[in-house]
């Protein structure tokens, strides 16, 4: 199988370093940057007596992919009596950079005023010359974003993508990717007793409720009173039922877990209120089943590499699963002394929807103001 799957190799300074003895890639949707770990005997090295100098950009490919782009961050030679030298080198992609860096915008005054998402991500991004690949559009309006004083990059990023219902992970070119969540299909799955040489499912009922309740208190004064003179209650409520774990309230012999949020506070705040509770419970109910695999190949019956946010078919009737289809959340390609493998972790769709949120409360009339404005101006297209 290691044939088809292809030798990995690592391209540093124009040179190419390969027969690596034992190989660790790993790429995930809520795993930025990706990074890799490699070790061969120096004996048998293509460029004996190479040495790789720590923050030199680097490639992994397999085969013909592409499936890192970044830079090197630690190298490790060893010497022992007895096995002779061994060198290792690790590395992650492009993107640590947003991740380990501070955001710095210090020449717009740490501000960036109506922009949109993947607008105010990639001048983010431009600080460290990764690019932005908006699948999607651009994502909505950002009235105006402040920086604040030792946040990361990423924490930002993170934010504004979720303001715009987006992903952000790092693509094997080292752009930041923004997307929806799987829109694409591997051309084939994993199915008990054809290709699955290991798979464990981790179901869990701590972490769920019966009933969910975001509170907010809405910006309406004259609102509030009238409201408050009609229930006797200042506070707006939104709610969610789990039938799956109980009643949704006590008293009727089936057991009651209830759990109350505070929502973002905006005028005419009862949409994210309700968009809040429909995610905490969609999100829970997918993170409550998960599934650890490993696949006796790195790629489906394309020749394709597996590839995270694609939806792929699962059939593994031992743990429960019969033809399911669910998002690949993170691959890691592994070659050692158990042979060429694949560790997938897989998941349902619902737990990867981003969470609702508000960047910064404004009247209503406002963000229709600016959404007319965008739709007038062209917006929404992808980044030039």
Known sequence: ?????????????????????????TRG??????????????????????TVQPGQSCEVHIGEDLVLTGYVDRFGPSIDKKSGGRIGVAGRGKCQDLVDCSAYLKGLANQISNARTAEVIAR???????????????????????????????????????????????????????SKLAQQRMASGFRQG?????????????????????????????????RAASSGDFNLRAFANDDTIGAAGPGTGRRFRPLVLIAETTQN?????????????ARRIGRSQAISLTCDSWRDA???????NRLVSVHVP??????????????????????????????PPAAFLPEPIVLQPFDFQTAEALRQADQAAGGGGPIP
């Open 29 to 50: 949707l809520e795993r930025v940057p990706p990074d890799f770990s490699l070790l061969m005997a120096e004996g048998i090295a293509n460029e004996p007596g190479f």
């Open 124 to 178: 983010l991004c431009g600080l460290f010359g990764i690019g932005v690949d908006a699948r999607d559009g651009n994502g909505e309006v950002v009235p105006q974003f402040n920086v604040i004083l030792t946040e990361t990059c990423w924490d930002i990023i993170d934010r504004v993508a979720r303001h715009s219902e987006f992903l952000a992970y790092e693509g094997t070119d080292g752009k930041l990717i923004l």
């Open 194 to 226: 054809v290709n699955v040489e290991h798979a464990s499912a981790a179901y869990a009922y701590d972490q769920r409720y019966s009933r969910y309740e975001a509170v907010f208190m809405p910006v309406e004064t004259l609102g509030d009173v009238a």
């Open 1 to 25: 199988m290691a044939d088809r799957d292809g030798e990995l190799k690592l391209l540093v300074d124009s040179r190419e370093l390969f027969g690596w003895q034992e190989i660790r890639v």
């Open 302 to 308: 394309a020749g394709q590499l597996w590839e995270p």
């Open 318 to 347: 031992y743990l429960g699963i019969t033809d399911a289809e669910w998002v690949i959340a993170e691959v890691t390609y592994r070659r050692g002394k158990e042979g060429t493998l694949a560790d997938l972790v897989l998941m």
């Open 269 to 281: 705040g009862v949409d994210i209120a309700q968009r809040r509770v429909n995610w905490e419970m």
